[in-house]
């Protein structure tokens, strides 16, 4: 099971873009290859999955797709042949030479008549797969207004007939932003996953990198892609030190720095000097990035700069969560005291409210300078605070530090 469902979730996205553009329509494509899977998972356990299942998932989905647009033609008022028409049509007539169907469709529901967050929900959940709880958890709202805000944005996209493609040269600035954002929400939730039995979703980080390269490609000048390929690649290059032969989170201080793919750092090195003077918020976060990536050790790392572009980091975002983060690196820099005081400035933030963020920090803070006793609570308040929320490494890593604060 754990197997097909590592399959879906990687087959998803692609299967899911496919059949967008080929019947023009989201709700129709999401609903064919939910259908797709739902026959998989009754076929595959004994028939064994395909040699090719992604080419299997789209196949029935077609069929399935063709299936309901057959009988809605059958409506009063509708021709089958004006059905064959659409789908017929749908995805023709490229104006960029782009044959990736996921940046079609991340360019698609990056349309400006969609509000910023639910462009980013109806990517997560048309591209990446994830599930409307996860999102919810990821982007810290209800399940219940997640789900309606998807099922809106997907009812505009088709009332309002926008086209699933790439826009035109002169409407790419204004969906560009969109686009990184989603981007690094799947690399985001592969590198971190919110839920489930693995720290790492690894189809979900390729798949960031792997996007982040073909905007890069799409649109070479663009400053903020490289900076977000830089942020990615930097980041990707730790990934097979994160987690022990276990599956245990191991933390960035205790990594083995020699098994860090230096291939990945070099190519985010170079990305970044691509990114110089991008004005976005993934420059500063690259910075950071390639600061630890470059460090001899974890006793060597330039704990000034990274503040500083946290600093520049906050000015652009104005995120809660930059500012807590900062306050962690502020310990490091100027002293666990001085930590914990930058992070007292921000800890009541309602925005904080449905995230164990501030507590782990100030768990981390004051275990660091030695008040293991005075640690211990907020350890425990992190992971009932959103232990069903975190992955089942993160809740045993905070479990670990439990125990080593003498819970």
């Known amino acids: 099971m754990a197997q097909l469902d590592s399959v879906f979730r990687r087959e998803w996205g692609p299967a899911v873009a496919a059949l967008a553009r080929w019947s023009g329509d989201l709700s129709v494509a999401e609903d064919a290859v939910q259908e797709a899977c739902a026959q998989a998972l009754n076929l595959w356990p004994s028939e064994g999955v395909p040699a090719n299942p992604g080419a299997w998932l789209t196949t029935v989905a077609r ?24 789908v017929g049509t749908s995805g023709g007539g490229e104006l960029h030479p782009v044959r990736d169907d996921e940046l079609r469709m991340m360019f698609t529901c990056a349309h400006p008549a969609l509000d910023p967050a639910s462009q980013l ?5 048309l591209i990446s797969g994830l599930t409307v709880t996860e999102i919810a958890r990821a982007l810290l709202q209800s399940e219940s207004a997640l789900g309606q805000r998807i099922t809106r944005a997907k009812n505009k996209i088709r009332k309002a007939n926008i086209p699933l493609r790439v826009p035109p040269a002169e409407l790419l600035p204004e969906r560009t932003p969109h686009v990184l954002s989603c981007i690094y929400s799947v690399f985001t939730e592969g590198y971190w996953a919110t839920a489930g039995p693995s720290a790492i979703r690894d189809e979900l980080c390729d798949e960031g990198v792997r996007l982040a390269g073909e905007l890069c490609s799409l649109m070479p000048d663009e400053r903020d892609a490289h900076a977000l390929a830089a942020l990615v690649l930097l980041h990707d290059s730790r990934r097979r030190t994160r987690v022990d032969a276990d599956g245990a989170l191991v933390p960035l201080d205790e990594q083995d720095r020699r098994r860090w793919d230096r291939g990945r750092i070099a190519r985010g090195l170079d990305c970044l000097r691509r990114a110089e003077g991008a004005p976005g918020q993934y ?32 000015e652009l975002t104005d995120s809660p969560v930059v500012r807590v983060n900062r ?64 992955s089942e490494p993160a809740a045993a890593f905070l479990r670990r530090r439990i125990a080593e604060c003498g819970g």
């Not at 929900?121 to 959940?125: H, I, M, Q």
């Open 63 to 86: 069929n399935r797709a063709l299936d309901r647009l057959r009988r809605e033609s059958a409506r009063p008022g509708k021709e089958l042949a004006a059905v064959y028409e659409q």
């Open 121 to 125: 929900a109806l990517t997560l959940r």
């Open 283 to 314: 420059l500063p976060q690259a910075v950071i990035a390639a600061v630890h990536a470059t460090a001899p050790g974890w006793e060597q790392t330039d704990w000034a700069t990274i503040c500083r572009a946290y600093d520049r980091l906050a």
């Open 327 to 390: 306050a962690l690196a502020v310990g490091f820099r100027d002293g666990f005291g001085a930590g914990l005081a930058a992070l007292d400035a921000v800890a009541d933030d309602s925005r904080l409210s449905r995230s164990n963020v501030v507590a782990t920090i100030r768990a981390d803070l004051l275990r660091r300078s030695g008040q293991s006793a005075a640690a211990l609570p907020w350890y425990r308040n992190a992971l009932e605070h959103n232990g069903p929320g975190l």
